[in-house]
């Protein structure tokens, strides 16, 4: 069993930086890929970015590439999520999930555990 706790989250004008964590539970941390999503008001949960276990492979959705970069720490059991130049259509509850082999962009039925997500707020 994985538990995943997302934090980071808040509100942020547009044009401005937010870094959300997600730290696990569990010494197998490495052996899964760790993924985001958001889920924007009103709208379907939608696919962000994901990462390997080792940290080597990264992807990115178009949507948020070349503003958004994934990471993680697996000394820390720790991802994250580096969001650069955010935009109000940004604003979404962010959530990571882990899953047990690498594919992206990912699927939400892949995921094998999520977090309860964090609330971001982009201010135009």
């Known amino acids: 069993q994985v538990q995943l706790v997302e934090s980071g989250g808040g509100l942020v004008q547009a044009g401005g930086s937010l870094r959300l964590s997600c730290a696990a539970s569990?010494?197998?941390?490495?052996?899964?890929?760790m993924n985001w999503f958001r889920q924007a008001p009103g709208k379907e949960r939608e696919f962000v970015a994901a990462?390997?276990?080792?940290?080597?492979?990264?992807y990115t959705a178009d949507s948020v590439k070349g503003r958004f970069t994934i990471s993680r720490d697996n000394a820390k059991n720790t991802v994250y999520l580096q969001m650069n130049s955010v935009k109000p259509e940004d604003t979404a509850v962010y959530y990571c999930?882990?899953?047990?082999?690498?594919?992206?962009?990912?699927?939400?039925?892949?995921?094998?555990?999520w977090g309860k997500g964090t609330l971001v707020t982009v201010s135009s």
């Open positions: 990462i390997s276990g080792s940290g080597h492979i990264t």
């Open positions: 999930a882990a899953s047990r082999s690498y594919s992206a962009p990912s699927k939400d039925y892949g995921m094998t555990y």
């Open positions: 569990g010494r197998t941390f490495s052996s899964y890929a």
